[in-house]
């Protein structure tokens, strides 16, 4: 069974430019999240996906950032413009639905902000 | 406000010498107490889930335990390649949001 994808791996832009991270979860997983997570702390919740609905987007910078999920499967999230606290790994994870919610995660992207 | 908290921030244990992990939540009704492990440059990946006080799952030489304010990993005669971050996290029943704690760093030397 394939595993979440996520792709860049690696991603370094300069303040103010703006970034897009893409993931593809494990196929027939209705629930997706996008974490944020700074070196040496926990992962923190973005935002979380019910198929194509937001189900929690309370922690999401709305003001620079942002994320869809067309078509239920596939999601991208955004950030514009980026700022240096920014700096971070992002994580994509998957469940099955919100009841079965052992997460799947990816191996993440690192964003560096210089 | 719901919060986690793990304790310690970093452990270090020799080859074998036993010793647990500690995770405290207060959440607004629990759904479910979730225990992954994190490599370096990898995506945590799933241990064990815990649902009511008194319950208890094992895995190798991994026990975690739950009450009604915290959790418990233990392990047991631990190895080199246990070393790993473990991260503890809750799931509130409310609105299905998950919280992570800060993770305990774990290293085993030989």
């Known amino acids: 069974e394939a595993g979440v994808a996520q792709s860049p791996r690696y991603k370094i832009i300069e303040k103010r430019q703006s970034v897009a991270f893409w993931c593809n979860p494990i196929?027939?997983?209705?629930?997706l999240y996008w974490y944020q997570q700074i070196l040496g702390q926990g992962p923190k919740l973005l935002i979380q996906?019910?198929?194509?609905?937001?189900?929690?987007d309370s922690q999401l910078p709305k003001d620079r950032f942002s994320a869809e999920r067309l078509k239920g499967v596939d999601s991208t999230l955004k950030i514009q413009p980026a700022k240096l606290e920014d700096s971070a790994v992002y994580l994509c994870?998957?469940?099955?639905?919100?009841?079965?919610?052992?997460?799947?995660f990816g191996a993440g992207t690192r964003l560096s902000v210089l | 406000e719901d919060q986690v908290t793990q304790s310690p921030e970093a452990l270090r244990l020799q080859e074998g010498e036993s010793s647990s992990l500690n995770c405290s939540y207060t959440v607004s009704g629990l759904r479910g107490l979730f225990w992954y492990r994190q490599d370096p440059g990898k995506g945590p990946e799933f241990l064990f889930t815990l649902y009511s006080a008194g319950e208890e799952k094992e895995k190798e030489r991994l026990k975690a335990t739950l009450t009604k304010k915290e959790s418990f990993l233990h392990i047991t005669a631990p190895k080199p390649e246990d070393s790993a971050t473990y991260l503890c996290a809750a799931i509130n029943t409310g609105g299905f949001k998950t919280i992570f704690g800060a993770g305990t760093r774990l290293f085993v030397k030989a």
């Open positions: 994870a998957s469940s099955l639905n919100l009841a079965k919610n052992i997460q799947y």
């Open positions: 996906f019910q198929n194509n609905g937001v189900v929690d």
């Open positions: 196929s027939g997983h209705a629930t």
